[in-house]
């Protein structure tokens, strides 16, 4: 079992930044990617960005250029920086994990972190 607990949240006005944090406990050393998904008020789940354990990253889209994410394995945390921040960002913020199993993957979730960006 994996625990994650993410920190970090809160308001900011647009084009503002703020820095999220996940730490990652438990049976953490076969966690291959690290990452945080996103859901906004009646939408989907949405991966925003992710780390594998060689350091390898994904964004989607909508944040390329504005948000960077960074992975210690040595504090076992992972990070988001955003910077530019849109309204369309807010949004509660999940730290995600991802360990290769026999099966396929098992996937943990945090609690949520919410994000509000607003004037």
């Known amino acids: 079992q994996v625990q994650l607990v993410e920190s970090g949240g809160g308001l900011v006005q647009p084009g503002g930044s703020l820095r999220l944090s996940c730490a990652a406990s438990g049976r953490i050393f076969s966690i291959t990617y690290l990452g945080w998904y996103r859901q906004a008020p009646g939408k989907d789940r949405e991966l925003v960005a992710r780390?594998?354990?060689?350091?390898?990253?994904n964004y989607a889209d909508s944040v390329k250029g504005r948000f960077t994410i960074s992975r210690d394995n040595a504090k076992n945390t992972v990070n988001l920086e955003m910077n530019s921040l849109k309204l369309e960002d807010t949004a509660v913020y999940y730290c995600n994990a991802a360990e290769p199993s026999t099966t396929g993957w098992d996937v943990y979730w945090g609690q949520g972190t919410e994000v509000t960006v607003s004037s």
């Open positions: 780390i594998s354990s060689r350091g390898n990253t």
